[in-house]
């Protein structure tokens, strides 16, 4: 198999903050139910004019600048399209002067991202693409219900992108975990008829879906890289509820510095959260030369999808 890594990665996050105090005036909450509940402080939300698609341009856009390489593939990963046509991989391509190349959408819910780089990093091995663009765009306030305490303290909205490629690849991709459960598909429901957006969820049953399947991807990342516990690894979660990676770290007895989280600063962002937190920590240089690094993402389907990366 050829080497791919994880060249460059961008973000994008929206001006405006929403804070645990605004909320305070605008539903029966206080931001200590909030934290205690979530981890959440603020999140940032986009403007009326501003669209997933523009989210995941912004975020396109900052990862190509850390890259002199051009996609020959581009996979958006979106939940949250204000269009069906033309999809958003198009609009992207477009936006960033991208011609003659393949482009495409995939939704995978929360897990997308993984979904697509898991996809890239297939499509590589087996047709010869060399460099390929990976974006999510996801603007959740569109179907946040702002009179409903229980769901509107959770989304934000947020832009995120890698860039794969087979040239010096560096942070390689060792391997990939894609799965889901349909019997669970009702338990996460977000949209509908024009009339008729909304977002509802079985939030008890989603998080102990949660917590039981990021500690079993956990394990079976660790069986297929052959490391243990007394190894250096990463795990980038999905950033839905601080206290899900709590309840893993407890579970697994692994150390909760180990868990890479950002959600008290932007919630959660659908399929960009995992993308945001990454880009996050490799500019905090949280990360060494041969660190493991775990990419876990769960959601709605219910879907989940894992990759494992050396540093």
């Known amino acids: 198999m050829k080497k791919v890594g994880i060249v460059a990665a961008g973000?994008?996050?929206?001006?405006?903050?929403?804070?645990?105090a605004d909320l305070e005036k605008i539903v029966d909450t206080t931001d200590e139910w909030i934290t205690t509940r979530t981890g959440i402080k603020e999140r940032r939300i986009a403007g009326k004019d501003e669209h997933a698609s523009d989210l995941a341009f912004k975020a396109a856009q900052d990862c190509l600048t850390q890259t002199t390489y051009r996609p020959e593939l581009l996979i958006s990963t979106t939940s949250t399209a204000e269009k069906s046509c033309p999809y958003q991989a198009s609009i992207v391509a477009h936006r960033l002067g991208l011609t003659n190349l393949a482009a495409f959408d995939l939704n995978a819910a929360c897990s997308g991202l993984v979904y697509s780089l898991a996809v890239g990093w297939s499509l590589m091995q087996t047709q010869g693409y060399e460099n390929v663009l990976i974006t999510a765009g996801e603007k959740l306030s569109r179907y946040v219900d702002y009179t409903d305490r229980a769901s509107c303290i959770l989304f934000g909205d947020a832009g995120a992108a890698l860039?794969?490629?087979?040239?010096?690849?560096?942070?390689?991709?060792l391997t990939v975990e894609l799965g889901?459960?349909?019997?669970?598909?009702e338990l996460v429901i977000m949209g509908g008829l024009d009339e008729?957006?909304?977002?509802?969820?079985?939030?008890?049953?989603?998080?102990?879906?949660?917590?039981?399947?990021?500690?079993?991807?956990?394990?079976?990342?660790?069986?297929?890289?052959?490391?243990?516990?007394?190894?250096r690894y990463f795990i980038i979660p999905h950033q839905a509820d601080q206290r899900i990676?709590?309840?893993?770290?407890?579970?697994?007895?692994?150390?909760?510095?180990?868990?890479?989280?950002?959600?008290?600063?932007?919630?959660?962002?659908?399929s960009a959260s995992i993308?945001?937190?990454?880009?996050e920590a490799w500019?905090?240089?949280?990360?060494?030369?041969g660190d493991i690094l775990m990419?876990?993402?769960?959601?709605?389907?219910?879907?989940?999808?894992?990759?494992?990366?050396r540093w």
Not at 180 to 185: E, K, N, V, W
Not at 275 to 279: C, E, M, Y
């Open 163 to 173: 860039f794969l490629s087979t040239h010096q690849p560096e942070h390689e991709i």
């Open 283 to 289: 500019e905090q240089r949280r990360f060494r030369k």
């Open 196 to 231: 008729e957006f909304y977002f509802q969820q079985d939030g008890r049953n989603v998080f102990k879906f949660a917590v039981e399947k990021m500690g079993e991807l956990i394990e079976r990342l660790k069986v297929k890289t052959g490391i243990t516990d007394q190894d």
């Open 180 to 185: 889901s459960d349909p019997a669970g598909s």
């Open 275 to 279: 993308g945001l937190a990454f880009k």
């Open 245 to 270: 990676f709590e309840a893993v770290a407890k579970n697994k007895g692994i150390p909760a510095e180990r868990f890479i989280s950002n959600i008290a600063s932007f919630g959660n962002t659908s």
């Open 11 to 20: 973000s994008y996050v929206p001006a405006r903050k929403l804070t645990n």
């Open 295 to 309: 990419l876990i993402g769960f959601g709605g389907g219910l879907s989940w999808a894992a990759a494992a990366i």
